[in-house]
Structure formats: structure tokens, C-alpha cells
């Protein structure tokens, strides 16, 4: 296991068009968020996922955001109608319970134009 | 959720320590002291955390302040590879969800 995937790296969409990221998170990593970060900025929570129930989620997640972690693994994050506000990194991180440290991937880098 | 202050950034030389401060003068007895970095085009790393006690790890050093107001994470000799931004957070109940600030930029020159 290489640490948790984000796929794919990069991705160029035109305003209004619909994205969808996937995050493999560590095998066996009960947790899984998803964050945004913007440049020259720290990343934001976005939202929580413990196994297969979305938990918390930001107040920054509009209604044109929406994510999935069915059965528990693998998590999905969609923009609809993307606007060029939505232009960030969009990262996934998992950790598995009670456990101190979350595990980050590279990231997705969204650029709406 | 408890905010922090840390410096922009921080210059040093590789193979001098490096200490970075970080201010949480409202910190509550249940939050622990999380430092993540981030280098460049990665996504964040965790680095080590504590609550009371300072704590050591392969990584780094936690030093934290007896009133808990503050701490320093501390580098034992800085290498070219930890150029990046450092993150000082708080948290109490999930470790995952982290409110990270514009943390400290440190820089080292040979």
C-alpha cells in the first residue's frame, strides 16, 4: 500500500461543466475528508466520512458539492456547473480510528477556465 | 475552534536547529497540539503531536509551555528536504479534521 491516491492529478474543465474526483484512501482507514486549498493558503475542511456515513460537512461545501464513500472504501467528490471560484486543490486524507496522525494525498488540481 | 498564531516564515541554515513558535492563548484542556507540514506540491504531512508533555519522534522535538499557551516545534538539524510550510493546529475530538492557518514558511540555504 503506497498511501492514499487522489486521481486524477490535474484536471481542466470549462465553467459549467460537471467534475468528479476519486480519493483511495489507506486500506483498512476507517476516516476519510476531504479538503480544499487554495493558493497561498492553508487547506479547508470540506467534509468527514466515518466508513460509509458522511458525518460533517463544511459550511464552504455548496449544494453543487456532493460526495460518496460507498461501502466504506473508495470516496468520490462532484462539483456541478463548476465556476472558476471552484479553481483550487482539492486533497483527501484518511486515518484509521483512534489514531493521531491523518495521511494525506497529492491532491487534485482543479482549474475551471 | 481554538485558533493559533505562527510566524510567516523562517530562514536557516542546514544542519542548525530550527525552532518554530506557535501561539494558542485560548487553547482548552481538551485540545492537543498537531503540527503537520507541507512541502512543495504534496499534500500535508504529519509531523508529530502532543498535549501536555513535551514529546520527541524521529522527526521532530514538541516543546510545549507549561500554561499550554504556547509551543515550539523543533527541528534538530535542518536538511534542504524540510524547506516547506509548517502547520500549528489544534484539536480535540477528530484528528483528521484540521483547521489549518497559513502556517510558517521556512526556508534553508546551504
Known amino acids: 500500500d503506497t498511501g492514499v491516491s487522489q486521481n486524477p492529478r490535474h484536471k481542466i474543465t470549462k465553467r459549467g461543466q460537471n467534475v468528479t474526483f476519486r480519493c483511495d484512501p489507506i486500506s483498512e482507514h476507517n476516516r476519510l475528508y476531504w479538503y480544499r486549498q487554495t493558493l497561498g493558503q492553508g487547506p479547508e475542511f470540506l467534509t468527514y466520512f466515518q466508513n460509509e456515513a458522511q458525518l460533517e460537512k463544511s459550511r464552504l461545501l455548496s449544494d453543487r458539492f456532493s460526495a460518496e464513500r460507498p461501502k466504506g472504501s473508495f470516496s468520490t467528490l462532484e462539483i456541478q456547473r463548476t465556476e472558476q471560484g471552484d479553481s483550487a486543490m482539492y486533497l483527501c486524507?484518511?486515518?484509521?480510528?483512534?489514531?493521531?496522525?491523518?495521511?494525506f494525498g497529492q491532491g487534485t488540481r482543479l482549474t475551471v477556465v | 475552534d481554538a485558533k493559533t498564531t505562527q510566524p510567516n516564515s523562517m530562514e536557516s541554515n542546514e544542519e542548525e536547529p530550527v525552532h518554530l513558535p506557535c501561539n494558542h492563548s485560548?487553547?482548552?484542556?481538551?485540545?492537543?497540539i498537531h503540527w503537520y507540514r507541507q512541502l512543495p506540491s504534496q499534500g500535508p504531512e504529519y509531523v508529530i503531536h502532543?498535549?501536555?508533555s513535551n514529546v520527541n519522534n524521529r522527526m521532530a522535538s514538541l516543546a510545549i509551555a507549561e500554561d499550554r499557551k504556547s509551543s515550539t516545534l523543533i527541528l534538530h538539524r535542518a536538511t534542504l528536504r524540510d524547506a516547506a510550510v509548517y502547520y500549528c493546529?489544534?484539536?480535540?475530538?477528530?484528528?483528521?479534521?484540521?483547521?489549518f492557518g497559513a502556517g510558517t514558511q521556512v526556508v534553508v540555504t546551504p
Open positions: 502532543g498535549l501536555t
Open positions: 493546529i489544534l484539536t480535540t475530538d477528530s484528528w483528521g479534521k484540521l483547521q
Open positions: 486524507a484518511s486515518s484509521l480510528g483512534a489514531l493521531p496522525e491523518a495521511f
Open positions: 485560548t487553547i482548552s484542556g481538551t485540545d492537543y
